[in-house]
């Protein structure tokens, strides 16, 4: 171990001597280029001072030392970070060790950083950091650069180096190995300071302008060197008129692909239509053929997969129809259940259509026909051949309600050339949180927004009185347990849940609303083998005095069936699906269980946790464990209520963030009768 020990360090130290002496030859053989003509004297006027530039971009900034005056770097604590240290070292430079979070939960030392460097201030040495933090967003200052200057009272100087000949690498900060023989500019920004009584508001101006300081320092230093500033920006960083990636070698596979397989998607969807899957009337559609004539004026298409995406993109079409009485709407879904929900609530100014199969042919069909003047993608629909047909008319796109699960990420963070092209020919992301907002900026997504999760402000799924009225009075006063939205391999605990429960509860009536409609009778038959009587809604039945359990297979019911129960396991989360929509429940008043399983709605699970709003449950025993407790206190429900509604008005105001950023995408009505 000990042996292994050493040679690591000693091929670290050989490392970091060979990037020093790499560094001092690009100083030694490149032609220097300053601006102001007298920065380095510039610098050293304001000594002891904070050195601000991006990561990726600090290889020569040690070279603007010119009078050897005291210098302290802030390096973080990694394995590629040692060889920078190593190399620092050799150059004159004093280590710091530690960085900030960037936003993630593992401590790097950035507090015992922070306090080194007031230190070092203190003792005379000026400060040299990046201003961005790793694991990005790359380009967005930080807040440890300006917490340093407000606390020690030192300005901050916005730095940029720059050569002709580089190398940019695949990193989310794209590290720049600047190289010999090089034109080499360097540029520097007025000083910032900061005020050690700045209000929050103040803060955040001054840090807005050294994010705009640094971003032009560095334009106008690659400007200088004559080189492309492009080359050596992250993709998420480029100016919104920067040409986007273009398509790699999987990205060109995948449309070749799409292209060849067009002549069996007759017989798949033939297939798909056999089991119930598909609008035979409709198949047309799933070519790209429009069933309906596009209206006059401003379009906005938008996309959603299933219910849940329908479910958000609905209020959305509504607070857009609000504030544009001039716009039309194209709303496209993929699955029956949604085609259904849409034709029943889009409005007078909606048309829906299935979505094109994702093949370039019926793209182009799809996009020639309807013309959109903007399109909008809900939540993680990403399909290529769509983006890559939509972004070649010039038409915007925008990811709204935008989301994606850590695999996902992963997947398409490991194929750059399948990302990069598409993320980048977004216009537009509005992200459900920072977590998410800092992932879709690493794969290239440039104008990046957290918004809010727009199912919080979505308004209750509608109830049909008269249903309600007679579902009420065929249950009577029977205790009630809804299952909601269930998954298969869920329902399968439920029904041990209720057996657990009818023992101390025989008037029980478990009311199981399965995700997929058509699961109906499979359920039922389960049910039976169970040992437990069901009846099922699609067949016209009401529960009935026998039934332990009643199958609500149909759709668009939910909302009546959560205003008739005042307990809901909400499922999906017993399952590793990630778990369904809680708030739809809580805006019914119905208490909320849920499993381990939610990662498809962290935030809104996490805030009703905050408030005792939401009860965890994880297997048939604990289901059934709780909901006795709950039949037998119903001032708990109510408590749970309560704490539920405060964390859903913490939680909203996503619809009119969404709203307000679509709107800037559209041009406006006096623009285009100027245009006309």
């Given at each position: ?44 006027a304001e000594h002891p001072a904070i050195f601000a530039f991006w990561h990726g971009q600090f290889m020569m900034v040690s070279t603007l030392n010119a009078h050897g005056a005291q210098v302290a770097a802030m390096v973080a604590r990694h394995g590629d970070a040692e060889l920078i240290g190593s190399a620092l070292d050799r150059l004159g430079v ?251 609530r889009i409005g007078p100014r909606g048309i829906h259509q299935f979505v094109p199969l994702d093949s370039p042919r019926y793209a182009q069909r799809f996009l020639d026909h309807w013309r959109p003047d903007a399109a909008l993608f809900i939540e993680s629909e990403i399909w290529p051949n769509l983006i890559i047909e939509t972004a070649k008319r ?283």
């Open positions: 171990m000990a042996t292994s020990s050493g040679k690591s360090l000693r091929l670290q130290s050989a490392a970091g001597r060979s990037i020093a002496a790499l560094i001092r030859y690009v100083e030694r053989t490149s032609r220097k280029v300053y601006e102001p003509a007298d920065l380095t004297e510039r610098m050293l004093t280590l710091i060790r530690g960085a900030g979070a960037g936003g993630r939960r593992k401590d790097r030392g950035g507090a015992q950083a922070l306090r080194a460097a007031m230190r070092a201030l203190e003792d005379g040495y000026s400060i040299c950091m990046t201003a961005d933090v790793p694991p990005g967003p790359a380009r967005r200052v930080g807040e440890g650069v300006i917490t340093l200057a407000r606390l020690s009272g030192r300005p901050i100087i916005p730095l940029a180096v720059a050569s002709s000949r580089f190398l940019a690498l695949d990193t989310w900060s794209r590290m720049t190995i600047n190289l010999p023989h090089s034109v080499l500019a360097s540029v520097g920004g007025e000083p910032v300071h900061v005020p050690r009584d700045a209000s929050p508001e103040m803060l955040e101006s001054l840090r807005a302008g050294l994010e705009q300081s640094l971003k032009q320092a560095t334009r106008r230093a690659y400007e200088l060197a004559g080189a492309d500033v492009n080359r050596a920006t992250p993709l998420s960083a480029l100016d919104a008129d920067a040409p986007a990636a273009a398509p790699g070698t999987r990205l060109k596979i995948y449309r070749a692909l799409t292209r060849t397989l067009q002549p069996i998607v007759p017989a798949w969807l033939a297939y798909r239509a056999r089991r119930g899957k598909e609008d035979r009337q409709r198949r047309d559609e799933r070519y790209g053929i429009a069933s309906a004539a596009r209206p006059t004026g401003q379009l906005v298409w938008l996309h959603a997969a299933s219910v849940g995406e329908t479910n958000a993109a609905l209020p959305l079409i509504n607070s857009l129809s609000e504030a544009r009485a001039d716009l039309s709407f194209l709303l496209t879904t993929g699955t029956l259940t949604s085609a259904n929900l849409a034709a029943a010039s038409i915007p796109i925008g990811l709204v309600n935008a989301r994606m699960s850590h695999r996902s990420f992963k997947r398409w963070r490991r194929s750059r050339g399948m990302s990069a092209p598409l993320f980048s020919r977004l216009s537009l992301v509005l992200a459900q949180n920072e977590r998410l907002a800092r992932m879709f900026s690493l794969l290239g997504a440039r104008n990046v927004r957290v918004s809010g999760n727009l199912k919080i402000d979505s308004p209750p799924p509608p109830v049909n009185a008269l249903e309600l009225e007679r579902l009420s009075g065929a249950v009577g006063n029977r205790p009630l347990l809804l299952a909601a939205s269930t998954h298969p391999g869920e329902d399968e605990v439920i029904a041990a849940a209720h057996k657990i429960i009818a023992a101390q509860h025989p008037e029980l009536l478990t009311i199981i609303v399965p995700r997929h409609p058509e699961r109906g009778a499979s359920v039922a038959e389960m049910l039976k083998a169970e040992g437990l009587a069901s009846s099922r809604r699609s067949l016209g039945a009401l529960p009935d005095t026998a039934d332990d359990v009643y199958i609500a297979d149909t759709i668009g019911e939910l909302g009546t069936f959560y205003a008739l129960s005042r307990l809901a396991l909400i499922g999906g989360s017993l399952v590793r699906h990630g778990g369904q929509n809680p708030i739809e429940a809580v805006r019914h008043t119905c208490a909320v269980l849920t499993g381990p399983h939610v990662h498809n709605f962290t935030d809104s699970y996490a805030a009703l946790r905050a408030k005792a709003g939401v009860r965890e449950v994880k297997d048939a025993e604990s289901l059934a464990a709780t909901a006795i407790e709950l039949f037998n206190d119903r001032q708990a429900i109510e408590r749970m209520n309560a704490g539920a509604k405060e964390a859903l008005d913490a939680l909203s105001g996503a619809l009119d963030l969404s709203t307000q950023a679509i709107l800037g995408m559209l041009p406006k009505p006096d623009e285009l009768r100027r245009a006309s």
